[in-house]
């Protein structure tokens, strides 16, 4: 006998894992144990396997890891006695699921299981597959239970029907065979298999719409007179729940209804009368009962019209939400959603129940009812739930602000009946709860108001008030800092004064005040920062008497370690102190932004954009765009819609800039400029901002296309290429003016560069990668490699990985992939840039390692290569 | 449909785990640390579901120990509530006055007796006598065979003297 099985016994193996004080004590004793178990398996030990089983499941119960006990259960489910039959298929359900390969072996134990003449070992043998069998099993064993479904105990028959359901479940495709004997089970009077009988024609009717139809046909009588002897059936101790003959089965039996009655007039009409009685006669003191009654409502809901049920149903929910149960009310809400689409006045007459339980306690309860309360808003009601959610926003709790401002938001949004409504409800969320706001929901503000032109000075008062008790909102300082760089004169001057609104007078140097404090304000991101310096440039031309104090503002950012304000800084700086005579028209107002267009762009339908003003501000090339974020971004975009401005262009342009940039017309070039693109404000003020910067800056080697000036392009090279896109080649014209600076700096830049072939680096049955080549200019030893990736076969592939290696004379820089999954058989592709500087350029060429990494079919795949093809003289 | 069942205990332990639906072993213990943390806290006066990755968790508590079933969207929460009584109504009756101890050192008997009244995530009997029997018939199984092994080995070993 084996001398480290017999050791411990079950009981004594859980008493000393529960005396461990620590988790090492814990795992030692643990690792003990399996060394024993471990030992006894590979001996083949057949006396303690039942108790080295159940030692296993006590452990896998911890979290330990337990696979090499899997062959055990099978081992022991193919012994012959019910003891060790019984523990084998507890193991086998507790150790295994569907998707180990082990489990294949055990189809042929089950099968002889289901033929056994020990009614219980075949109870065990279904139990078994009800509880983990796989498509496979299914279409094997189908035949069997099928047979079961007839046997002649009860236990098997109701245990059998169960686990026809996991096999329709599993394979819908032999639903058919069981119709007939599932409907048969329906005449039952063992409440155990009419249980599960009706429980297995619900999910036939599911899965099979001949079953359906069938059901409806020959059984909806049959269902409805078992529901009603079920309902006036005597007290009967043995089913009797709080007064209640089996409640299980009612239900049962009332969901089976719904499936029948939906979109069927004549079976509806049929259940009619017994739905009234289940819904009045239910005592409603228990939970037995409610759930009895709250299944009833939901049939009510769901069958075909009937008005007076109807109102029956309504009103039981109204019961329940006058409950002082918590569950009980939390199902009302959770089916006056249902309700809504049915009969939404009469869930309106609750509207004032509902709303208070947005503001209970219970987390479950309130995210319930903020969503029945969204959808319950209507144009006519949306101005006192507005206010009723935002007063409530006020003392809400912190976790539950995200959502509840995401909801206001989208109501304010899609049912504001008039702007200034609008805009006041906004500005109330943005002072309460503005860092929940989403980015999309102040753009649109903005956007709106800058279309609402008879609100600009209303809405920036507003905002100049909020700003003064609620300054600590940051997203509310940026609409506020915003609205006050376009609308300053406004705030001032009281233009467009509204009767209803309290007088109020602001100074100049009081407006400049706030956006002073708002870029000193600690807690304020770049983006705020970043807007405030955009804000103080327009100022300093509609406030021209403080525009010496705005400028001693904006030098204090020169020196910022941020790049962004550092650049941000200079170029104003430049402008507020020597460019007076341009400024006013450069920092003209922003010309309106389309709503629609706006509108458009959030809802998905120009993806790119929407990603450029979702993802990391950091990245944006254009700062300027960045710094009022996405409105500026779209009318960036706006304007290449409309005016074609291809990269070329734009760099022409700023070639123009740069010839004429030591000649004393430069302004004038400018301004001609500036006035003839009316919608290109943003791209006119960064191009002119940027050269006389940087000519002025103290690195003039910059602007000298001169070769050897090396490291000052490659300081550029690394400024720009983290913002290049990871597509690359052609860079959206909008978005990457700093590329066509770049460009702007070599001397015709594509005449310069050889070009090289594209080549198919690697090729497998499964797998294709092209490489494009180019080279940066003015920099022989740099190539940047345009990596392909497509895909052969007809599985897409997900978690894609590609891992280069190259030799120490080589440098090696990977931008991240394009995306991480590729569509099947070559309908989209993967690109990824890799950077390679050779540093014997001329004397040794290109060679590479590659490893792709990719999951298909859940399958992990890897595939390696070398390369050797590259073109000579990369 | 179920698609779990869950014991914890007060301190997060795992009493009783039971899927219904496919979960890879390393989900199943993010399922049960995700859940701790959403239910344990819970307070005593709040309705016993909680909503979790489109699904809802129905828990009851009884002394130390939460009773977790997990549910689709459109199932029926109250009857869950019913099924776990059910449940713990039939341990109750097996083991005398049910209490965690009970559960951890005979907790392959509450596993046989959950095999009883769930299969494939579904309810298979209401009535608690019923269970109880079945169950108790096939313990005596196990009893007689028990016997008969003992009594054979005794045989052996007298003969063998």
């Not at chain 1, 006998?1 to 016994?9: A, D, I, L, V, Y």
């Not at chain 1, 000649?663 to 191009?687: C, E, F, H, I, Y």
């Not at chain 1, 294709?768 to 920099?779: L, M």
């Not at chain 2, 101890?101 to 959950?114: E, G, M, Q, T």
Request: charged letters at 25%; a neutral charge.
């Amino acid at each position: 006998m084996n001398p480290f099985s017999s050791g411990t016994r079950l009981r004594d193996m859980i008493r000393s894992i529960r005396g461990c004080k620590t988790a090492a004590e814990e795992r030692a004793v643990v690792r003990k144990e399996c060394a024993a178990i471990r030992a006894a398996v590979s001996e083949n030990d057949q006396d303690y396997r039942h108790r080295n089983l159940a030692k296993l499941m006590f452990i896998h119960m911890l979290g330990y890891p337990t696979h090499f006990g899997q062959m055990e259960c099978l081992k022991s489910i193919a012994s012959p006695g019910f003891p060790e039959k019984r523990i084998g298929y507890l193991g086998l359900m507790l150790l295994l699921d569907e998707r180990q390969e082990v489990l294949m072996l055990v189809t042929n134990s089950i099968k002889q299981d289901l033929n056994h003449t020990n009614q219980y070992i075949v109870g065990l043998a279904l139990c078994a597959l009800g509880n983990i069998c796989s498509a496979e099993m299914a279409r094997d064993l189908a035949p069997e239970v099928e047979r079961l479904l007839q046997f002649r105990d009860p236990n098997i028959r109701k245990k059998a029907a169960l686990c026809t359901i996991r096999i329709i479940r599993k394979v819908p495709d032999l639903a058919e065979n069981f119709i007939n004997s599932a409907a048969s089970l329906l005449k039952e009077k063992h409440h155990g298999v009419l249980l599960t009988g009706v429980q297995l024609c619900t999910d036939l009717c599911k899965v099979s719409s001949e079953a359906l139809e069938y059901f409806r046909k020959k059984c909806t009588e049959g269902v409805v007179k078992v529901l009603k002897d079920l309902a006036n059936s005597p007290y009967a101790p043995e089913y009797d729940i709080a007064g209640i003959t089996d409640p299980f089965l009612h239900i049962r039996l009332l969901k089976f209804l719904r499936v029948l009655g939906q979109g069927d007039v004549d079976t509806s009409d049929c259940m009619n009368d017994i739905l009234a009685q289940v819904a009045t006669k239910t005592e409603p003191n228990k939970n037995a009962g409610n759930a009895i009654l709250y299944e009833c409502v939901a049939t009510i809901m769901s069958i075909e019209d009937n008005g007076g049920l109807r109102v029956l149903a309504i009103n039981i929910l109204g019961r329940f939400l006058s409950n002082r149960d918590n569950n009980i009310r939390y199902v009302a809400l959770n089916m006056l959603m249902r309700a809504i689409t049915v009969d939404s006045q009469a869930v309106q007459r609750h509207r004032a129940t509902i709303l208070e339980c947005v503001k209970d306690s219970d987390a479950s309860i309130r995210k319930r009812a903020l969503e029945l309360v969204y959808v319950l808003v209507n144009e006519s009601n949306v101005k006192p739930l507005t206010k009723e959610l935002i007063d409530y926003l006020e003392v809400s709790e912190p976790e539950f602000r995200g959502d509840l401002t995401a909801k206001i938001c989208s109501i304010v949004e899609k049912f504001s009946p008039e702007k200034i409504w609008y805009i006041d409800q906004m500005l109330k969320v943005l002072s309460e709860a503005g860092n929940y706001v989403k980015d999309e929901v102040w753009h649109a503000l903005i956007v709106v108001t800058t279309n609402a032109s008879n609100l600009h000075g209303y809405a920036v008062r507003s905002l100049y008030r909020l700003v003064q008790t609620a300054g600590d909102q940051e997203i509310l300082v940026r609409v506020a800092v915003w609205c006050i760089g376009e609308y300053g004169d406004m705030l001032v001057n009281n233009t467009g004064f509204l009767d209803m609104e309290e007088p109020i007078t602001v100074t100049e140097s009081d407006a400049v005040d706030v956006v002073e404090t708002a870029i000193k304000r600690h807690s304020s991101d770049l983006t705020s920062r970043a807007m405030c310096l955009v804000a103080l440039l327009k100022l300093s031309s509609r406030f021209p008497s403080c525009s010496v104090r705005i400028n001693d503002v904006i030098v204090q950012y020169k020196g910022s370690l941020v790049l962004e304000l550092q650049q941000r800084a200079l170029e104003f700086s430049a402008i507020v102190d020597k460019h007076r005579n341009i400024r006013s028209t450069l920092v003209e107002r922003m010309p309106v932004l389309d709503e629609a267009t706006y509108s458009g762009r959030r809802a998905g339908s120009v993806p790119a954009v929407v990603s450029t003003s979702q993802g990391a501000p950091i990245n944006l090339p254009n700062g300027v765009a960045k710094t009022t974020s996405a409105p500026l971004v779209d009318l960036l975009d706006l304007s290449s819609d409309d005016v074609p401005v291809p990269s070329s262009s734009g760099g022409d342009f700023l070639q123009d800039l740069l010839g004429v940039d030591l000649s004393p017309s430069l302004s004038q070039t400018d301004t001609n400029q500036a006035q003839k693109r009316g919608t290109d404000v943003l791209l006119d003020l960064l191009s002119i901002g940027t050269p006389p910067a940087q000519s002025n800056s103290s690195i003039p080697e910059m602007v000298s296309p001169s070769d050897d000036s090396k490291s000052a392009i490659n300081v550029l090279e690394q400024l720009s290429s983290p913002s290049a896109p990871a597509g690359g080649v052609s860079t959206p014209p909008g978005s990457s003016p700093m590329m066509d600076l770049l460009d702007g700096f070599a001397p015709k830049p594509e005449n310069n560069v050889p070009a090289y072939p594209s080549i198919v680096a690697f090729e497998s049955s499964t797998l294709q990668v092209t490489f494009n080549f180019s080279k940066q200019p003015g920099n022989q030893q740099t190539t940047i490699i345009e990596a392909n990736f497509s895909n052969k076969t007809f599985d897409a592939y997900t978690d894609f990985i590609f891992q280069a290696a190259v030799p120490k004379f080589l440098q090696l820089h990977l931008d991240p992939a394009s995306s991480d999954t590729l569509p099947a058989s070559g309908n989209g592709s993967i690109s990824q840039k890799l950077r390679i500087t050779n540093s014997q350029h001329g004397k040794k060429s290109l060679v590479m390692r590659i490893r792709i990494g990719y999951k298909s079919n859940n399958k992990d795949m890897l595939e390696e290569g070398q390369i050797n093809n590259f073109p000579r003289g990369l | 449909m179920i698609h779990f069942v869950l014991l914890i205990s007060r301190q997060g332990k795992v009493r009783l785990t039971k899927w219904y639906s496919p979960y890879p072993q390393k989900e199943r213990t993010k399922v049960i640390r995700e859940l701790s943390g959403l239910i344990l806290p819970r307070g005593p006066k709040l309705c016993n579901f909680v909503e979790w990755r489109g699904f809802k968790v129905v828990y009851r508590r009884y002394a130390s120990l939460y009773f977790c079933m997990c549910i689709n969207q459109d199932d029926n929460e109250l009857e869950i509530l019913e099924i776990i009584h059910h449940y713990v109504e039939i341990l109750d009756r097996y083991f005398g006055s049910v209490c965690e101890l009970d559960l951890i050192f005979n907790f392959h008997k509450a596993y046989y007796i959950l095999d009883e009244l769930l299969i494939a995530g579904e309810l298979q009997e209401s009535s608690k006598k019923t269970v109880a029997r079945h169950i108790a018939a096939q313990d005596s199984l196990v009893e007689t065979a028990k016997e008969q092994a003992s009594s054979l080995s005794n045989i052996i070993a007298e003969a063998t003297k």
